[in-house]
């Protein structure tokens, strides 16, 4: 066995596997993988090893198409092939107009990843699966490349493949402990021996926490018990001379698959049952729980209504495993929060299906610092401090017992709730306030007009439609309250930190006390990387000079790990986080000024506290920081209070807007304004696929100014002209916004993909952003959006059709 290596990976499952294929196809060929029995001896052997395109997002599509690539080369491998029934086809059934828009709108936004999905009527479905009943039946999705894989031959073939290339396989090695160095290399201690590597990857199924407890760390990871059974021989598939469609049930949580001349079927029941919560046996390897098919006779039932043949066949075998679930449900694939030299492909609870792509995803992080696609819907970053294993465990329940019910927009599911919270969310839903939920926090939506008020779940403009606007309105034409909570704050201190934040942005981020700047940090491939607001607060009896370094609410881990990796060892410099300390509260509105004098001495005109100002000051008698800053388009303040002080400048607040019309608004609201202004989210629009000059950032950088991450890449870039540019679109629906990820087209072709849909209430347009062809960026093209199977007009308009001027913010 090795004693030294660049990459260890822990596991022999899919994920283990793929990864450690794809490192050697990425050019690292020095590379080992360690697994504590056989491989494929976890969760991987019992897998029913469905391979579909469907995927709730283009990165999952992405990912997934990948995986039905390299599949279908290793079923084609004469020397090893594996098998693989590719192209069976699947249907995704549906029995709600509701779910009939969802299909649609994924037919459109896998469209621009060069899937071709096809949304059937109820009697088409029955056609491509005669096996199935109509009653109670929309229709369906239809996915051409839908099939299933043996998943020990596909685990060994691609160990096969790494192995050619240099890579090595130590089976029955269970691993003991890991120590991390000061350099931040791993020793891997085994039993039989140690191996000292640059990178460790935790790929362990539903042992995933075992090796993260040898680490410091828990992954909001749990397992489920999950069933199936094997039909004996159906005489209509006998019988038949092509193979049935595999087929997947919202409406009884069931799916089932031909195996030989019978079914796979396997259910999500509401009885469902977490596994391993108090540890697992060392000894349970190849391994099964017990049978409970009682726990599924309520969804069985279901499966007889929708499939009369099942009533008459036998059973002859019944599978009852763990499968592994996130706290969101989707797989954690990338660097291990607040770990150096520490990666994880976790989660997977559609593991064979999709090993394929997490494992490149993985691999090209791993080599080249960022994947093909952004990655951030499977970061293990984008949860933080708050995914306990109780946590995760209701989330896990509550995303089994909703497998093949996708997420509408607008919808949070109640399990887990509220995680996170302020002394102002009971306030606040005394007062009527809806809440969504940003990285678990519970941040107001919007004032509902009764207590009872429940809008529809669907991809259309919704009843909520006149309450943001009405909202919108009064910020506009008076001034509005908005909590902000969880926003990501970080307190930069020591002499170098202007130099050090120099560096990490690409254009210029001012040094001067007592003001405030914007700026967007890039990855070493020139990407955008992040955004940020820079405040630099003079010293004071609260602290010394200081920088605030502000970001997205879910960016807590992913901007403290980027900016502390970048920390030379010999800079004055220090980072902390204040996060869960402060919260912020938006006064925005024309009148806006009037109620933060009537609550705070000092001088606030425009002359006195200018725009990009930032102030110590007090709201009463409560300590407070104001930023000079607007999301909304209007004259706005951010104001910046500690937690325990928080309801007492609440009230400040509340009481001196009482003669000026103040009235509280949501994160609707702010979604609404700002996209009328050309503002962009982060990970919504600022995406690492794109640079900034294709990003419409331009006003942003400074090439010319000395050296920061991803000048050189950027430069050459620059150089190489743009491959698609972010533009604005008004939409010419009155129906739906436009989705993210839904497909532009021309002429019969996808030419861009929506990143950002809303209505723009002050200046009557239904609004989008969107990622063309450079050439289609320009004001006045014309094109069309694929909305929910309609296709509707698209033209492009200047970015900020609301007060492009920038006049109204500046007060």
């Not at 403009?461 to 001034?479: G, H, L, M, Y």
């Amino acid at each position: 066995m090795k004693t030294q290596t660049r990459v260890v990976v822990i596991g022999g499952g899919i994920a283990g596997c793929s990864t450690l294929y794809h490192l050697t196809q990425e050019g690292w060929t020095d590379v080992v993988l360690v697994e504590r029995n056989e491989l494929t001896s976890g969760t991987t052997w019992h897998s029913a090893a469905q391979v579909t395109n469907f995927g709730g997002n283009q990165t999952m599509v992405g990912l997934k198409s990948h995986s039905i690539k390299l599949y279908q080369e290793l079923a084609a491998d004469a020397d090893y092939p594996v098998g693989y029934h590719h192209g069976d086809g699947g249907i995704r059934l549906a029995n709600t107009e509701e779910q009939m828009q969802g299909y649609r709108h994924f037919a459109s936004m896998a469209r621009g990843m060069g899937v071709d999905f096809e949304v059937l009527d109820a009697e088409e479905c029955a056609r491509r699966h005669p096996l199935i009943s109509t009653d109670n039946l929309l229709g369906g999705l239809w996915d051409a490349s839908d099939g299933d894989i043996d998943p020990a031959q596909l685990c060994q073939a691609l160990a096969r493949r790494a192995r050619k290339a240099g890579a090595e396989v130590y089976r029955n090695t269970p691993v003991t402990a890991l120590t991390q160095h000061k350099d931040d290399t791993w020793t891997v201690h085994t039993e039989h021996g140690d191996i000292d590597c640059e990178i460790v990857v935790n790929a362990c199924g539903y042992r995933v926490n075992e090796v993260g407890k040898m680490m410091g760390v828990h992954h909001p990871v749990a397992s489920m018990e999950h069933q199936y059974f094997l039909t004996e021989d159906i005489p209509a598939i006998v019988e038949s001379d092509k193979r049935m469609p595999l087929l997947r049930c919202p409406i009884s949580d069931y799916y089932c698959r031909q195996e030989k001349n019978g079914l796979l079927v396997g259910f999500y029941e509401q009885d469902c049952k977490t596994w391993g919560m108090d540890g697992i046996d060392p000894n349970f390897v190849n391994a099964l729980c017990p049978d409970d098919l009682d726990r599924v006779m309520d969804v069985l039932a279901g499966a007889f209504e929708r499939m009369p043949a099942l009533e008459e066949t036998g059973i002859r075998a019944i599978v009852n495993g763990p499968i592994t679930y996130t706290i969101d449900g989707a797989p954690l694939v990338g660097p291990i929060p607040g770990k150096r030299n520490a990666f994880c492909i976790i989660g997977l609870r559609a593991g064979l299906g999709e090993g394929g792509g997490h494992g490149l995803m993985l691999a090209q992080q791993i080599v080249h610092g960022e994947a093909e696609f952004d990655t951030w819907c499977i970061d293990p970053r984008r949860f933080t401090g708050h995914t306990n294993v109780e946590l995760t465990a209701l989330k896990s329940i509550e995303d089994y017992q909703n497998e093949f019910r996708f997420h509408f927009p607008h919808e949070h599911r109640p399990a887990g709730r509220p995680a996170k919270t302020t002394p102002l969310t009971p306030i606040l839903a005394a007062e009527g306030a809806e809440f969504t939920v940003v990285n678990g926090w519970e941040r107001m939506d919007y004032i509902k007009p009764t207590p009872d008020f429940h809008p529809a779940l669907n991809f259309l403009f919704d009843e909520t439609f006149d309450i943001v606007a009405a909202e919108v309105k009064n910020v506009q034409e008076n001034v509005g309250l908005c909590e902000v909570n969880g926003f990501n704050r970080f307190e930069i201190t020591g002499a170098d930190r202007h130099a050090f934040l120099d560096r990490m942005f690409c254009g210029n981020v001012t040094k001067k006390d007592g003001r405030v700047g914007l700026g967007y940090m890039l990855n070493h491939h020139g990407m955008v990387k992040g955004e940020a607001t820079i405040a630099n607060i003079p010293a004071s009896d609260r602290g010394p000079q200081r920088a605030w370094f502000g970001s997205a609410a879910a960016a807590e881990f992913h901007d403290m790990d980027w900016l502390q990796k970048h920390l030379n060892a010999d800079e004055d410099v220090q980072i902390k986080s204040l996060t869960n300390d402060q919260t912020i509260l938006v006064l925005a509105g024309p009148k806006a000024r009037k109620v933060l004098e009537a609550t705070s001495r000092g001088d606030w005109s425009k002359e006195g506290f200018k725009w990009l100002s930032v102030r110590e000051a007090f709201i009463g008698f409560s300590p407070v920081t104001v930023l000079g800053v607007s999301f909304s388009g209007e004259l706005a303040y951010e104001i910046h209070v500690p937690n325990a002080s928080l309801y007492a400048v609440y009230l400040a607040l509340r009481a001196a807007g009482k003669e000026h019309g103040l009235g509280l608004f949501g994160a609707r609201a702010v979604d609404s304004m700002r996209m009328e202004k050309g503002f962009m989210h982060w990970k919504a629009d600022l995406l690492t696929e794109f640079d900034p000059f294709e990003t419409s950032l331009d006003r942003f950088i400074k090439v010319e100014k000395g050296d920061f991450i991803g000048k050189e890449a950027l430069v050459k870039r620059q150089e190489a002209g743009l491959t698609a540019k972010l533009a604005c679109f008004k939409i010419d629906a009155t129906h739906a916004p436009a989705i993210p990820g839904g497909s532009l087209m021309l002429d019969g072709k996808v030419v861009g993909t929506i990143t950002s849909g809303d209505y723009g209430h002050r200046v009557g347009m239904n609004l989008a952003y969107a990622f063309v062809k450079p050439e289609l960026a320009a004001v006045g093209t014309k094109m069309e959006l694929d909305l929910l199977g309609d296709m509707v007009g698209a033209e492009v308009i200047e970015m900020s059709p609301y007060d492009p001027s920038y006049a109204l913010m500046r007060g």
